[in-house]
C-alpha cells in the first residue's frame, strides 16, 4: 500500500467533513466524485444549487451537502461572527454581508470556525495568499503555534531514503526568509506534521550549503542559530543541522560529513534556509525523481485548511483532502 493510500484509508476510518469551496472549477467536482466513491470524507461544496448544476458536467456529486450562501440559514450568524471578529480593523456588518456572500473562501473558513466542517481544501484557481488570507484572519494560529508555515509533503518512487522515500520539506511554500526563531518553528511545527501524517518518528535537517562550518557565512550562522534555538524549545526532536543535502539523507556521505550525528544520513524532515531553496528543491524532486507532491499544506493554523497548486489535478485535490482529514482528526 502505497502512502496516499495509507492516508486514505486512516481518512476514511474517522470521516471528517471538509469544504471545497471552488465550485467554479471543473476539477473540484472530479475530485469530490471520487472522494465520495471512495468515502474518504463527507463534503461541503459552497454555491448556488443553479451554479453547482451548470458547472458540475456529468460528475455524479449527489452525496454531498451544496450550500448557498444566499439561502443558508447559518449564514447570519457566521456574518455576527465575522463583524465580532474583525470589528477591530473596523468591518462594518453590510462589509461582513458582502464578503461571504460573494466570496466563497471566506465562506467556507467561516464553516470550519462554526464547527460546521472540520477543515477546507482550495487554491485550484485561486493564489496562496487567496486562500491563507482568511483562515489568518478568521482561524488565527494553533494554540502554542508561533507562526503559520507551509510544507510540501514528498513521496519518492523507488526510494529507501527518508521514510521508505517520504519526507516533509519545509517551508517550501509560505515564509520568504525566515530569520533564525522563525526557521526554528518551522522545524517544529513540520516534525509534528510528520509524525501526524505518517505516524513515523521525524528525523530533523535542518539545510545549508554547509555542513557543521565547512563555509563560513551569514547564511550559514542563521541555520546554526536556527538549530539551536529548536534545540532549546523541543530538546525531545532528533534534529542537527547545519547539514548540507547529501549529508542530510545518505548515510556515508552523513557518516563521513557530520560523524556521531543521529540525524546525518537518516533525514525525513528537511528544512530549508528560505523560500527560493525550498521552491526549487521540491520542483527538482518532483520532476526529475518523479515525487508526488502534494502541498502547500499548511501549519500552525487552529484548524486545517489546505492549498493547491495551481496547476494540480483533480488527483492531487483527492489526496489533499485525505490529508486534510487526517489533520482534522489529529485536531
Do not use: W
Amino acid at each position: 500500500m502505497g502512502f496516499i493510500d495509507e492516508i486514505k484509508a486512516r481518512a476514511k476510518a474517522d470521516r471528517k467533513t471538509i469544504v471545497l469551496p471552488e465550485t467554479e472549477d471543473e476539477r473540484t467536482y472530479k475530485a469530490a466524485e471520487a472522494v465520495l466513491k471512495e468515502g474518504i470524507a463527507d463534503l461541503i461544496l459552497v454555491g448556488s444549487e443553479e451554479e453547482v448544476a451548470k458547472n458540475k458536467g456529468t460528475y455524479d456529486i449527489s452525496g454531498a451537502v451544496i450550500v448557498d450562501p444566499a439561502k443558508n440559514e447559518k449564514t447570519e450568524s457566521y456574518i455576527a461572527k465575522l463583524v465580532e471578529l474583525r470589528q477591530k480593523k473596523g468591518m462594518t456588518e453590510e462589509q461582513a454581508r458582502e464578503l461571504l456572500l460573494n466570496n466563497y473562501l471566506y465562506y467556507g473558513v467561516m464553516m470550519v470556525k462554526m464547527g460546521d466542517a472540520d477543515g477546507m481544501v482550495s487554491g485550484a484557481c485561486h493564489s496562496t495568499a487567496d486562500t491563507l488570507r482568511p483562515c489568518l484572519q478568521i482561524l488565527k494560529t494553533k494554540p502554542g503555534t508561533k507562526l503559520v508555515s507551509a510544507f510540501f509533503l514528498m513521496v519518492v518512487p523507488d526510494c529507501d531514503m527518508g521514510a521508505n522515500g517520504t519526507f516533509i520539506f519545509g517551508d517550501a511554500g509560505l515564509e520568504q526568509n525566515p530569520d533564525p526563531e522563525k526557521l526554528a518553528n518551522i522545524a517544529i511545527s513540520s516534525a509534528d506534521s510528520f509524525r501526524i501524517l505518517t505516524g513515523k518518528e521525524p528525523i530533523v535537517a535542518m539545510l545549508s550549503h554547509s555542513t557543521k562550518g565547512s563555509a563560513k557565512h551569514a547564511d550559514v550562522d542563521k541555520v546554526v542559530e536556527a538549530t539551536k534555538i529548536a534545540h532549546e524549545l523541543a530538546p525531545e526532536l532528533k534534529l542537527d543541522g547545519e547539514l548540507q543535502l547529501d549529508a542530510a539523507i545518505v548515510p556515508e556521505v552523513g557518516a563521513s560529513k557530520a560523524p556521531g550525528s543521529e540525524v546525518a544520513g537518516h533525514a525525513n524532515v528537511l528544512i530549508f534556509p528560505d523560500l527560493d531553496a525550498g521552491n526549487i528543491g521540491y520542483k527538482l524532486v518532483q520532476r526529475l525523481g518523479k515525487a508526488e507532491a502534494y502541498g502547500p499544506l499548511t501549519q500552525g493554523i487552529a484548524a486545517p485548511v489546505n492549498d493547491l497548486s495551481r496547476g494540480c489535478s483533480a488527483e492531487d485535490i483527492v489526496g489533499v483532502v485525505a490529508i486534510t482529514a487526517v489533520q482534522a482528526q489529529a485536531m
